[in-house]
């Protein structure tokens, strides 16, 4: 049985990692520094965008589980996210402010095309999937990704774009990558214990690729916003 478990748990992350954003081109040119400040700032305002959605989500999944140890687990996480303090929201606002975009670009910016069909699909994964395919796919497929994609932008803020590591402006880069590998641990813990059927077993792996590819074609957006200027990644005619 441990064998079985450890076996779907390595599938999961396989699925995920068919399409990790971490190895997105958009990525590299951050790591190398080859975007400028407000190019980087796109990746920001899109994923405020994309996370204003990623949070109702969870209140949803939150709403329609059943069981106490994973709605604690995620109240945790929206207390963390919405911490009146220090909202993270206001944490990517805050970058994208000191990119040289106003506040009023970032809440009410175009959202690419990409980025609606990521939010269109995370909506249908809640509405129409058993909750416990619903977290896979949220906090597997989407949100244990962080933590492996910010470490490569991190020190390219200090050697290529002159952040100081104890700099505010840059503080969800730093905060998301501890806080999303605890999330993303209790996804995979929680995923273990209920997808507990071979059919929730399949659906779970099938939300956590499909997730990750949404991600990733989230992020070619971005990157052709960013860097070509269009509005997605469809050849010119």
Same mark, same amino acid.
């Given at each position: 049985m441990a064998q079985a478990i450890s076996s779907? /748990?390595?599938? /999961?992350k396989a699925a995920r990692d068919e399409r !990790?954003? *971490?190895d997105h081109p958009f990525i590299d040119k951050w790591e190398k520094g080859e975007l400028t400040k407000r190019q980087t700032a796109a990746y920001v305002v899109q994923h405020y965008h994309f996370v204003t959605d990623y949070l109702n989500w969870l209140a949803f999944l939150w709403a329609h589980c059943p069981e106490k140890e994973v709605k604690d687990s995620i109240l945790d996480n929206l207390k963390e996210e919405e911490d #009146? =303090?220090?909202r993270h929201l206001e944490m990517l606002i805050d970058y994208a402010e000191a990119c040289g975009l106003t506040r009023d670009e970032v809440i009410n910016a *175009?959202? /690419?095309p990409w980025t609606q069909a990521l939010k269109d699909w995370g909506?249908? /994964?809640?509405y129409q999937s058993p909750w416990q395919v619903s977290c896979a796919g949220l906090m597997i497929?989407?949100?244990s990704? #962080? #933590? !492996?994609?910010y470490p490569r932008i991190i020190p390219s803020l200090h050697s290529n774009y002159g952040w100081q590591p104890g700099d505010r402006q840059i503080r969800f880069f730093r905060g998301h990558v501890e806080a999303d590998e605890i999330h993303s641990a209790r996804g995979f813990q929680m995923t273990e *214990?209920?997808?507990? =059927? #071979?059919e929730l077993r399949r659906a779970a792996h099938e939300a956590v690729r499909v997730a990750a590819q949404k991600r990733w074609n989230h992020m070619n957006g971005i990157y052709w916003y960013a860097v070509h200027g269009k509005e997605d990644d469809t050849p010119e005619s």
């Amino acid at each position: 049985m441990a064998q079985a478990i450890s076996s779907f /748990l390595d599938d /999961l992350k396989a699925a995920r990692d068919e399409r !990790h954003s *971490k190895d997105h081109p958009f990525i590299d040119k951050w790591e190398k520094g080859e975007l400028t400040k407000r190019q980087t700032a796109a990746y920001v305002v899109q994923h405020y965008h994309f996370v204003t959605d990623y949070l109702n989500w969870l209140a949803f999944l939150w709403a329609h589980c059943p069981e106490k140890e994973v709605k604690d687990s995620i109240l945790d996480n929206l207390k963390e996210e919405e911490d #009146p =303090t220090d909202r993270h929201l206001e944490m990517l606002i805050d970058y994208a402010e000191a990119c040289g975009l106003t506040r009023d670009e970032v809440i009410n910016a *175009k959202v /690419l095309p990409w980025t609606q069909a990521l939010k269109d699909w995370g909506w249908r /994964l809640v509405y129409q999937s058993p909750w416990q395919v619903s977290c896979a796919g949220l906090m597997i497929g989407l949100e244990s990704q #962080p #933590p !492996h994609i910010y470490p490569r932008i991190i020190p390219s803020l200090h050697s290529n774009y002159g952040w100081q590591p104890g700099d505010r402006q840059i503080r969800f880069f730093r905060g998301h990558v501890e806080a999303d590998e605890i999330h993303s641990a209790r996804g995979f813990q929680m995923t273990e *214990k209920y997808c507990n =059927t #071979p059919e929730l077993r399949r659906a779970a792996h099938e939300a956590v690729r499909v997730a990750a590819q949404k991600r990733w074609n989230h992020m070619n957006g971005i990157y052709w916003y960013a860097v070509h200027g269009k509005e997605d990644d469809t050849p010119e005619s």
